[in-house]
């Protein structure tokens, strides 16, 4: 049954000897010696003048203000959460349909995740779903906004730009606004990513992550930053990461709970030099996924595509089953001859630890968790 279009994706990557994986990084001999460049000067820890630098040329690359270096993704939301006030005993909203890092950043805080729906389109949280929510199980008291069954303070909100697809942050945003909770951009996937009027992805909200694992868009084997709008966040975000070390020639003075979460100077030179293909693997995988619309065009599955007007960097390319299991036969297929596709995640209410966590209705996840196939979406030249 799928055995033409399992060939097709074979002959898209040349058709290898061996498995086609879902995403492979790219090196090449400039990323090397900049890696043997820091390695002789022997700043490869958390000093070093790689980590400004690539600081400074992330914030000129996606217009925010500000960013802040840190060890990986995770540990990026969850400074960025800290920062919103996030803490023991608030809820925070997001979506089910997201690598379980979003959900566990929430509750390396003491909060707890609410899960609400995402979109058909963009895959991201639904703004609609927000507001229904709110306005059912929520109220407002002295400028917060108060969950009645619990009493809870709903502090944040954490959308995730998925796949690369730019989500409707705006209209989200507004919602949360009207009900005084901060949203933190969840912009892992989406480096390279751009909404309809021209804005990167993780600059319109307060706070924003971006991820440079090893199966990101560009990498340094791990890696992340936060996005600002505002210097003092920014500022902030440097402290705390650094141990709350107060500075001093030599003393060791802390003024608050900090975390070891700086990126080394040794990955900071890696993913600067990284940075500078981004333009190239966003069109690459661009063209691949016009080459997956083609193979993909006379069959009865459908190719997820970026939301009208915006522009994604396709990080990985989405196909529509029909049902999951049709899904199921069709990564089987794929498996059985080297294609190594993969389902999208399983939702995060479907794992125990958030199991019995708050929610609202979640059919879109649900039908999107049990339809969708990742298909191959390495960036290699």
Excluded at 312 to 323: E, F, K, Y
Excluded at 324 to 339: P, Y
Aim: proline share 6%.
């Amino acid at each position: 049954m799928f055995e033409e279009v399992v060939t097709g994706i074979r002959q898209l990557f040349g058709d290898p000897e061996g498995p086609i994986p879902l995403h492979a990084p790219w090196f090449d001999r400039a990323d090397e010696e900049a890696v043997a460049a820091v390695v002789r000067s022997t700043f490869v820890s958390s000093i070093g003048p790689d980590i400004t630098a690539f600081e400074q040329e992330l914030a000129q690359v996606t217009g925010a203000p500000h960013a802040v270096a840190v060890v990986n993704g995770t540990a990026a939301l969850h400074t960025a959460l800290v920062l919103a006030g996030c803490g023991p005993g608030d809820l925070v909203l997001t979506q089910p349909f997201t690598f379980i890092a979003t959900c566990n950043a929430i509750t390396y805080t003491g909060a707890q995740p609410v899960f609400l729906d995402i979109e058909e389109d963009t895959l991201g949280l639904s703004p609609e779903a927000v507001r229904t929510w709110l306005e059912r199980e929520c109220e407002r008291r002295a400028g917060r906004c108060v969950h009645k069954a619990t009493g809870r303070n709903v502090r944040a909100c954490v959308p995730m730009h998925a796949f690369g697809l730019p989500m409707r942050i705006e209209a989200l945003m507004a919602e949360c606004d009207a009900w005084g909770i901060t949203v933190v951009e969840d912009a892992a996937e989406s480096l390279g990513s751009y909404h309809t009027d021209g804005r990167h992805t993780g600059t319109t909200a307060p706070l924003a992550t971006v991820s440079f694992n090893g199966n990101k868009i560009i990498t340094c084997g791990g890696g992340g930053a936060l996005l600002f709008q505002d210097g003092a966040l920014a500022r902030r975000a440097k402290h705390l990461t650094t141990q709350a070390k107060l500075p001093h020639a030599w003393a060791f003075s802390h003024d608050a709970v900090g975390y070891n979460y700086r990126l080394p100077n040794l990955n900071a030179a890696l993913v600067r030099s990284q940075l500078r293909k981004l333009p190239h693997n966003v069109a690459v995988k661009r063209a691949l996924h016009q080459r997956y619309l083609r193979l993909f065009a006379d069959t009865p599955w459908t190719m997820v595509e970026e939301p009208a007007g915006t522009r994604s960097n396709h990080w990985l390319n989405a196909l529509l089953l029909r049902d999951r299991t049709e899904r199921d036969a069709f990564l089987a297929a794929c498996h059985a001859a080297g294609v190594l596709a993969r389902p999208a995640w399983e939702l995060a209410t479907d794992q125990p630890m958030y199991a019995d966590a708050l929610r609202g209705d979640l059919s879109v996840s649900r039908d999107r968790q049990d339809r969708v196939v990742n298909l191959p979406s390495s960036a290699h030249p």
